[in-house]
């Protein structure tokens, strides 16, 4: 597979969330039991989030659509456990996700860092309206994954 091919795979995947597939993904395929802790795939998100920022730093696009699409998917893993969480907060994620990606697509750093902007605000307008404000995620400063290299790949 060619990397240009890979990102288009990529990019597929990061299709707009709509508000039907939110909501259809309302019904939980695994018993509540079975279900990951919300806290967790935030945690999972969170580290996406500082990835998704570093790649975009280095020119990394690959890896930042790869990062890009990691989100949208932990996002809609959410939708689909908690039922409760507010689907309109879900969605409104689609437009910086979207954003997102063309910024990749176009390797425009100043696009990706608004977009990245948008995608942040997102994140705290849905720990603002469910009373976890105190959960205040920023633009990272420092790259904790000192075990993964987000130099671009070699071609
Ligand atoms: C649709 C709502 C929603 C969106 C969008 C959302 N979150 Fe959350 N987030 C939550 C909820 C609800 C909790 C609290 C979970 C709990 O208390 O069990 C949470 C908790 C968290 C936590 C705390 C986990 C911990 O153990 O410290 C982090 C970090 C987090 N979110 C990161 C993010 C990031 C980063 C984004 C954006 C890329 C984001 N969240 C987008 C609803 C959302």
Redesign the pocket.
Known sequence: MTSRSFVAGVLAVVASISVAAAQQLNRSALPADASP????I??A??A??IKLWFAGKNHNWDLAAYEAAQ?RAR?ED??RF?QD??VT??TT?GAPLDALSEAVKAKDTTKFASAFDQ??A??N???Q??E?SF?A?QTPTAQPFSNQSFAPAKK
């Open positions: 802790r919300l806290a967790d935030m945690e998100i969170q996406r989030h989100i996002l959410a939708a908690y969480l507010p907060e879900v994620m995608l942040t997102g994140c307008s849905c720990h309206s469910i976890r959960i995620i």
